[in-house]
């Protein structure tokens, strides 16, 4: 059985201060939760004070971007070694809005998987449809594109290293939340898409991410459909009683 995977992407928020406050809140709250990976991906500048925080508990810490060179004349970029001196056993890679913003590609986000993987980081690589492309009926090409490119060139073992987060983007900080239904046709397109790749064996244990306006209210509900694994959260994972309540779906 696939454990479920709950992660909190705080995008850019909270100073050190306030991520260390947050940690704090949500330890002594999730410290009872033992059948959920619970994840907690702060803005670099927060990584090392909510490492301290979480020494010991069972709360895994993730970045949200990583650059796939180790080192060099790059500035302003964090790489994969620097992030797993810091503590992060996670990186979110490809989340919509780096793709939007800041240019993001397939295959720049498949060069930073295999960054990741090269140093024992687990890659979060979150795939999505634009609102036009899902009205347009264009919802599998997009998901199998954004898929069979961000994980070009993986073996079967690296590939149960990764989490797959699939985020439609019409439900991101919109309110509007896919149905249990649509999430789970898609994430069920993506498991039959890998075991045509790799195999039905491979497809059954890696981990499926839904996200886009999870909350406390509907976790339950998109979590218990089959292949729905565990949640990415944005907005409501910026407060602990609500992310914890959404840990705690079962
Ligand atoms: P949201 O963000 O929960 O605020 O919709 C999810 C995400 O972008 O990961």
């Known amino acids: 059985m696939r454990t479920p995977i709950i992660a909190g992407n705080w995008k850019l928020n909270k100073t050190i201060s306030e991520a260390a406050a947050l940690t704090t809140a949500l330890k002594a709250s999730v410290a009872?939760?033992?059948d959920v990976e619970i994840i907690v991906a702060p803005p670099f500048t927060a990584l090392a004070a909510?490492?301290?925080v979480i020494a010991d508990s069972n709360i895994r810490l993730s970045a949200q971007d990583v650059y796939s060179e180790d080192s060099g004349a790059f500035t302003g970029e964090v790489s994969a070694p620097m992030l797993k001196d810091v503590g992060c056993e996670y990186v979110i890679i490809g989340h919509s809005e780096?793709?939007?913003?800041?240019?993001?590609t397939n295959e720049s986000v498949n060069q930073k998987v295999k960054a990741a993987l090269a140093h024992d980081l687990k890659p979060i690589i979150c795939v999505g449809e634009q609102l036009e492309?899902?009205?347009t009926g264009q919802t599998e090409v997009i998901i199998e594109d954004h898929v069979t490119g961000g994980i070009a060139g993986l073996s079967a073992a690296e590939l149960l290293s990764c989490v797959i987060a699939y985020e439609p983007v019409w439900a991101i900080g919109?309110?509007?939340t896919a149905t249990p239904a649509q999430a789970q046709e898609v994430h069920s397109f993506i498991r039959e898409l890998l075991t045509k790749t790799y195999s039905a064996d491979v497809a059954s244990q890696l981990c499926i991410q839904y996200g886009g306006s999870v909350k406390p209210e509907n976790a339950s509900e998109l979590m218990s459909q089959p292949d729905v694994d565990g949640a990415l959260v944005g907005g409501?994972?910026?407060?602990?009683?609500?992310?914890?309540q959404i840990v705690k779906f079962g």
């Open 32 to 34: 009872n939760v033992s």
């Open 133 to 135: 492309e899902r009205e």
């Open 50 to 52: 909510v490492n301290e």
């Open 98 to 104: 780096r793709r939007q913003y800041f240019g993001e």
């Open 236 to 244: 409501a994972s910026l407060e602990a009683e609500s992310f914890a």
């Open 174 to 176: 919109t309110g509007k």
